[in-house]
């Protein structure tokens, strides 16, 4: 999964997590809390496109 993915995965988590928490429907808010999560994991993640990214970043 790329980097914009991972974006928009943190962008609709936090999102959810915000109505959530709004409308106190903790279930919600958890879910967009472990949704922000994954898409911060997900830009972690080396693309798919540059595999030796993450070896350069380590040199």
Not at 1 to 10: A, D, I, V
Not at 18 to 24: M, N, P, T
Not at 31 to 51: C, F, I, T
């Given at each position: 999964?790329?980097?914009?993915?991972?974006?928009?995965?943190?962008?609709?988590?936090?999102a959810?997590?915000?109505?959530?928490?709004?409308?106190?429907?903790?279930?919600?808010?958890?879910?967009?809390?472990?949704q922000?999560?994954?898409?911060?994991?997900?830009?972690?993640?080396?693309?798919?496109?540059?595999?030796?990214?993450?070896?350069?970043?380590?040199?």
């Amino acid at each position: 999964m790329g980097k914009t993915k991972g974006l928009r995965e943190r962008i609709v988590g936090r999102a959810r997590q915000a109505v959530g928490e709004l409308i106190g429907d903790q279930d919600l808010h958890d879910d967009g809390k472990a949704q922000a999560e994954r898409g911060r994991d997900e830009q972690g993640q080396p693309s798919e496109l540059n595999p030796l990214k993450k070896l350069k970043q380590l040199t």
